[in-house]
């Protein structure tokens, strides 16, 4: 085992609880068709650890994984319960891949890169200057 710092995390429901940990190889935002499909959000943002990084503390009965046969590395975990996408193991073996809007903590990196840049969604940069609001905004009549 690492002397890397754990970092808790878990799907929306609860039922499924894990532990991850680095080092972390990459934090890649991905803006392929694919991974805004199964995110149903304008990119997917997965960090990059070795296969053995997780240690799953309840749930693991209930995690599905999704793959497209002909995609090369495409492949989704995710919580029967509640949908919320789960770590997982690479399709060659060689990552564990771990969506970080499931995690509980800082995983301590940022993203480091985007991938699939031409295949963003028409709106993503405009998303990026809407007006920002801490709680839900005041409601609009």
């Not at 497209?68 to 590395?73: F, G, M, Q, V």
Request: charged share 20%.
């Amino acid at each position: 085992m690492s002397d890397e710092p754990r970092i808790a995390g878990s799907c929306l429901c609860g039922q499924v609880a894990f532990e991850v940990w680095g080092p972390f190889a990459r934090f890649v935002l991905c803006h392929c068709s694919r991974c805004r499909k199964a995110t149903a959000a304008a990119h997917a943002a997965n960090l990059f650890t070795g296969p053995d990084h997780v240690h799953w503390l309840r749930g693991r009965e209930l995690i599905k994984r999704y793959q497209i046969p002909e995609a090369r590395s495409f492949s989704k975990c995710f919580c029967t319960h509640c949908g919320s996408a789960l770590p997982y193991v690479s399709r060659n073996g060689e990552y564990l891949i771990v969506p970080a809007g499931v995690l509980d903590g800082d995983p301590g990196v940022v993203p480091e890169r985007q991938i699939f840049w031409d295949s963003r969604a028409c709106w993503y940069a405009a998303g990026l200057t809407a007006p920002r609001f801490a709680e839900y905004p005041p409601a609009v009549v």
